[in-house]
């Protein structure tokens, strides 16, 4: 089956940076888009980042837009989240999520693989 696996989280000081990545695996894995989503405790599954494969990638809300880049390596199916000058309020579990529509893909319901998360701690 599917899998998607991530890696890069951990604790870091108010204003450092973290690198998060997403390996793919499968048989005949393919996807239209990939994504990065971030859940915090009591709050609502946000979209940080989407990118697709024929190009081209979008970052939501204010608070991360400048801050968080997403990008990807085509022949290894990863992607990658580059995490930039870090705040308390962005700590949660960030999550790698794949996408076979070429719509939409700003909401979790677009997404049809799932992996089991990473944690992110901003330290103040």
């Known amino acids: 089956q599917v899998q998607l696996l991530e890696s890069g989280g951990g604790l870091v000081q108010a204003g450092g940076s973290l690198r998060l990545s997403c390996a793919a695996s499968g048989p005949a894995f393919s996807s239209y888009a990939m994504a990065w989503f971030r859940q915090a405790p009591g709050k609502e599954r946000e979209i940080v980042a989407f990118?697709?494969?024929?190009?081209?990638?979008?970052t939501y809300s204010d608070s991360m837009k400048g801050r968080f880049t997403i990008s990807r390596e085509d022949a290894k199916n990863t992607v990658f989240l580059q995490m930039n000058s870090l705040k308390p309020e962005d700590t949660a579990v960030y999550y790698c999520?794949?996408?076979?529509?070429?719509?939409?893909?700003?909401?979790?319901?677009?997404?049809?693989?799932w992996g089991q998360g990473t944690q992110v701690t901003g330290s103040a």
């Open positions: 999520a794949a996408a076979q529509v070429r719509v939409g893909l700003t909401t979790a319901r677009d997404y049809k693989y």
């Open positions: 990118i697709r494969w024929s190009g081209g990638s979008s």
